[in-house]
């Protein structure tokens, strides 16, 4: 008996060559599982475009989508310049907030005289222009010395590896952003430029605050959130983790990245945690119908350690192939778990002695020894289908849950097929029937599931019972 079923997630930007309804579902047939809104471009009008055909989308294929809101955060930038300028090693320049472009004087979209040291790091445009902090000579401006031969252009990014934000992430674009997505349809939030748990629980106060059910996703792009004691604890604070691996580069440096991935995927599956892979998985395919043999052991590479989900950013916001991409990406997916499993993390989840853990993990457990055809899991929070998920079973976690929102945030997450049914004492038994007859299982005989539940359906935090059912 075997599900050809994609157990590691996809989640797509949306952009330009995609932002229509058939874009849209085509991406969704294609094997996208959610869908990623970056506030860094567009306006609230398209927006609301995006989201109601994301809906309807989700609605045609028949199956749950996650919305994920990535906010921008204090992406720091050069202002507009009147040409490009050469720059050169030894050479002094000033970034000054409040000036214009004028011979080595340039402005910048922030006031980073309040926060910058004397002899801290300033890197321009992706790291292609390196600096230090030599002076700061006036309440908007600091000096640097250039590093390295380069080219400033207008509004191109900067990073600042060694500077301490004091928890002053959330810009006021961002807080707007905030307060339009909890009126929405909205799964998750995106946190940009993490630096400690204290922004997890800034945003979760405000979230909270304004009505809103979303889930936050921390964005691991600086070198102060990778420090193991504040990376673990991020983790636990958050629903999930993105590994961004663009500015952590910059920030941090290439080599730590994959070392990083290794560690945030590990601790999301140690506390039951969401974990996405981001920046440059197939980015060849921008502008190719191929991926490069790198990229696709990139994939492939993610799926064996075990990720929730793989992101394409420019890929489906820009790129000529969106389509294609998703198939490749999937391609990839589904011939690395038929041929090699999860790697274990035996020794990071050792010491886990909580309920609803020991239950998920026996119900693994025993649907691995049965040979079962599936782990169907009632769950009202989704928290439940999420700590099985951790184990990651070489099977389907069928999902049912009476919450849409629950159902769209376990889109993204492991192995799980998610449905929304009224709360019952056999929602699950009953769905399991029903993807029985309707064929799921690829099997004429009889399948064997296990049931997780709780003796009073529709109740957080109640699951307590495992049950093996037979399907004839």
């Excluded at 899991?377 to 989704?382: H, I, L, P, Q």
């Excluded at 029903?434 to 064997?448: H, I, P």
Aim: hydrophobic letters at 40%; proline letters at 4%; glycine letters at 8%.
């Amino acid at each position: 008996m075997s599900v050809i079923f994609k157990r590691t997630k996809i989640l797509a930007t949306l952009g330009p060559p995609t932002n229509s309804y058939e874009s849209i579902e085509a991406l969704a047939e294609a094997g996208v599982n959610g869908f990623r809104l970056n506030f860094s471009h567009g306006n609230y009008e398209e927006r609301d475009q995006q989201i109601e055909w994301i809906r309807a989308a989700s609605k045609k294929v028949g199956k749950p989508v996650a919305i994920l809101q990535d906010l921008q955060g204090p992406k720091i930038r050069l202002g507009s310049l009147n040409e490009n300028v050469d720059v050169k090693t030894g050479d002094e320049i000033i970034l000054d907030h409040a000036a214009e472009h004028d011979g080595l004087t340039f402005p910048v979209q922030y006031n980073l005289a309040t926060k910058v040291a004397i002899g801290q790091p300033v890197y321009i445009f992706d790291g292609k222009v390196r600096t230090t902090v030599i002076d700061i000579p006036s309440d908007t401006a600091i000096k640097l010395r250039v590093e390295n031969n380069g080219t400033l252009m207008s509004r191109k990014g900067i990073n600042l590896p060694d500077t301490d934000f004091g928890g002053d992430i959330l810009t006021p674009k961002d807080i707007a952003d905030i307060e339009y997505g909890a009126t929405k349809d909205i799964d998750y939030v995106a946190l940009s430029f993490v630096q400690s748990p204290d922004d997890i629980s800034n945003l979760r106060q405000m979230l909270v605050g304004l009505g809103s059910d979303a889930q936050i996703i921390p964005k691991i792009e600086t070198k102060a959130a990778i420090k193991d004691d504040v990376l673990e604890e991020i983790v636990k604070l958050s629903d999930g983790v993105m590994v961004a691996r663009g500015d952590l580069a910059v920030e941090a440096g290439a080599e730590v990245v994959p070392i990083v991935q290794r560690k945030i995927i590990a601790l999301c599956r140690k506390y039951g945690k969401l974990s996405i892979v981001a920046t440059q998985m197939m980015a060849s395919m921008v502008d190719a119908p191929e991926p490069t043999r790198a990229e696709v052991s990139d994939v492939a590479n993610a799926v064996i350690l075990g990720a929730d989900t793989v992101m394409l950013s420019d890929e489906t916001a820009n790129g000529s192939y969106p389509i294609e991409t998703v198939a490749a990406m999937k391609k990839v997916i589904l011939y690395t778990q038929e041929h090699l499993s999860v790697a274990p993390i035996t020794d990071i989840i050792k010491g886990k002695k909580t309920h609803r853990d020991a239950i998920s993990l026996a119900a693994v457990d025993l649907a691995t020894q049965l040979g079962a055809g599936a782990i169907v899991a009632e769950t009202k929070s989704g928290a439940t289908a999420g700590n099985i998920a951790a184990h990651r079973p070489n099977l389907p976690i069928i999902s049912v849950t009476s919450s849409p929102r629950a159902a769209q945030q376990l889109a993204l997450s492991y192995a799980n097929k998610s449905f929304v049914r009224p709360d019952g004492e056999k929602a699950g038994l009953e769905l399991a029937k029903e993807l029985k007859a309707n064929g799921f299982f690829k099997a004429d005989g009889n399948v064997t599931v296990v049931i997780v539940s709780g003796k009073q359906p529709g109740l957080i935090g109640g699951t307590d019972t495992i049950r093996v059912r037979v399907l004839e």
